[in-house]
C-alpha cells in the first residue's frame, strides 16, 4: 500500500508554490492510484473526486484555504513543522 504523508511548509508563503507543484505533478495515473488505494480514506477520496469536477482555480483556492485551517490545528496541538 501506498502511504501518503501531510507535508507541511516551512513557511506560510510558500504554501501556494507547494501546493501549484504538487498539482502539477499529480497526473490522472497518479490521480487514479490515490483513488483505488484501499489506504486512501474516503474523505480523501471524496474530495480529489469533488475537486476534479469544479472549476481548477476555485478548487486550488478552497484547498489552499483548507491546507492553512488544517495547519493551525495542527499548531494549536503543538504539532511541529
Known amino acids: 500500500a501506498v502511504r501518503y ?3 507541511i511548509p ?6 501556494e508554490t507547494m501546493l ?5 505533478s499529480i497526473t490522472d495515473a497518479k490521480t487514479e492510484r490515490i483513488l483505488s488505494d484501499p489506504a486512501t480514506s474516503y474523505w480523501l477520496k471524496r474530495a ?4 476534479r469536477e469544479r472549476d481548477v482555480v476555485d478548487a486550488f483556492n478552497d484547498a489552499v484555504t483548507l491546507l492553512r485551517v ?12
Open 5 to 7: 504523508h501531510l507535508l
Open 10 to 15: 516551512a513557511r506560510k508563503m510558500e504554501y
Open 20 to 24: 501549484n507543484l504538487q498539482l502539477l
Open 48 to 51: 480529489v473526486t469533488s475537486a
Open 70 to 81: 488544517i495547519q493551525a490545528d495542527w499548531e494549536a496541538i503543538g504539532g511541529k513543522r
